[in-house]
Structure formats: structure tokens, C-alpha cells
């Protein structure tokens, strides 16, 4: 049973420029989340996406874009990149009438900006 | 006032004895309550969840709930130098429809268990 498939691993950009970044949930997970962490912090909220509808969305920028598909993976976006956008990004599966097993994260994505 | 507290740490304890790291929560509409550990450079881990008031034990971990106060701890018994990592304290708050809300977590305590 697969668990949350993040990619790339690692990333480097340059101010101004735009990323994609990709999650496939694990298995008979139908929700993803979005989290941005960066170093010494806990992982900041970013979106939620659930029926490929963006659903909750946190204390970020319109430069944060994301996508579901109908395989329940997703997209997260970033254009206009700024230094402070370097940091772990973290995608989290779970399913949504469930909160027994709280959310499973993938292995994150570092992406630096220069 | 921060969403979710957690005591500032770094927290270092010897090698056997007992670990407690605290939490308090500001909404009192969180319904769900985790504890995650992220090594470094890794992502978090779930160790233990907990949902109701009073204690809830797995292993070495011990997990404590109380909604009047809005306080969440864990306890690591017999701590080992494995332990060594970040802890997360976590709370998802469930709206009316059922449907999953966010997750927000703390700023997260480092934990040192010294051989």
C-alpha cells in the first residue's frame, strides 16, 4: 500500500520563476493538504483540496495555486518566486469523513530559491 | 494569542528517563488532537492522536487531553537517544459538514535524549 508520493525531492529556482510541485495521496485517501515549513518551524497551512475544489486555504498569496485531479492527486504552484518561498513543502493525505488516523504526509519537497 | 503553543524547548533528558512536552490550543472548537515526530530533514510522522479527555497510552508514549484547559501533552517513558527529534503537536478542527478541516500545528519542541 503506497503512501504519499511527493515530487521532485529537491528543487532550485530563481526568483521570479514558477514551480510545480506533485503529490499522489495514498491509497483510498481522497483529500489532500498542502504545508509549507520552513527551517524551525512547524508546517504552515497552505490549502486543502477535496472533489478537485479548492476547500480551505490559509494565510497565503494568490501566487499559491493548486489543482486536484480526478485520481485525487494534485499540484501545488508557485509563480513569482521570492527567497522567503525556500522551505520544505509538504503535501498530507487523508480521508475526509475520517479523523481517526490524522493526516499522512509524503517526504516533502525542499525547493530553494536563489 | 498562536493558534497552537508549544513549550519553547530544546528539551534534553538522559537516556531512561521521562520526557514530557506540552501544548495548549486556542480553539475551543478543536475536535482532534496528534502528536507527530519529524527527524531532521524528514517529514512528520504520526505517533499518536488522541480525542477524548484523559490519558491515552501506546508503548512508551503516553498522550493526556484536556479540553477544559485546551492543553494536550505527551510523555516518552524510558527515553532513548532514537527519540531524539522534533515533536509536533497538532489539532484539526471539523466543521459542521463533516468534512475534513486543517490541520495547524505548533512551532514544535526539539527533544536531546543523552546517552
Known amino acids: 500500500d503506497a503512501g504519499v508520493t511527493q515530487s521532485p525531492t529537491h528543487l532550485i529556482k530563481t526568483r521570479g520563476q514558477q514551480v510545480t510541485l506533485r503529490c499522489s495521496p495514498k491509497?483510498?485517501?481522497?483529500?489532500v493538504s498542502w504545508y509549507q515549513q520552513a527551517l524551525g518551524q512547524g508546517p504552515q497551512f497552505i490549502f486543502q483540496?477535496?472533489?478537485?475544489?479548492?476547500?480551505q486555504r490559509g494565510n497565503f498569496p494568490d501566487r499559491f495555486s493548486g489543482h486536484q485531479f480526478p485520481n485525487y492527486s494534485s499540484e501545488l504552484n508557485v509563480n513569482a518566486l521570492l527567497l522567503g518561498d525556500s522551505a520544505l513543502y509538504l503535501c498530507a493525505s487523508s480521508l475526509r469523513t475520517v479523523r481517526i488516523y490524522g493526516y499522512t504526509f509524503g517526504s516533502g519537497t525542499r525547493l530553494t530559491v536563489v | 494569542q498562536k493558534e497552537v503553543e508549544q513549550n519553547s524547548g530544546p528539551l534534553s533528558v538522559p537516556e531512561g528517563a521521562i520526557a514530557s512536552l506540552n501544548c495548549t490550543y486556542s480553539d475551543r472548537g478543536s475536535q482532534s488532537f496528534f502528536w507527530y515526530r519529524q527527524y531532521s530533514g524528514k517529514s512528520p510522522e504520526l505517533i499518536m492522536s488522541i480525542y477524548s479527555n484523559g490519558d491515552k497510552e501506546d508503548g512508551r508514549f503516553t498522550a493526556q487531553l484536556n479540553k477544559a484547559s485546551q492543553y494536550v501533552s505527551l510523555l516518552i517513558r524510558d527515553s532513548q537517544p532514537s527519540d531524539s527529534a522534533t515533536y509536533l503537536c497538532a489539532v484539526n478542527r471539523m466543521n459542521s459538514g463533516g468534512s475534513n478541516y486543517k490541520l495547524t500545528f505548533g512551532k514544535g519542541t526539539l527533544l536531546t535524549v543523552n546517552p
Open positions: 483540496y477535496y472533489e478537485e475544489e479548492e476547500r
Open positions: 491509497s483510498g485517501h481522497d483529500t
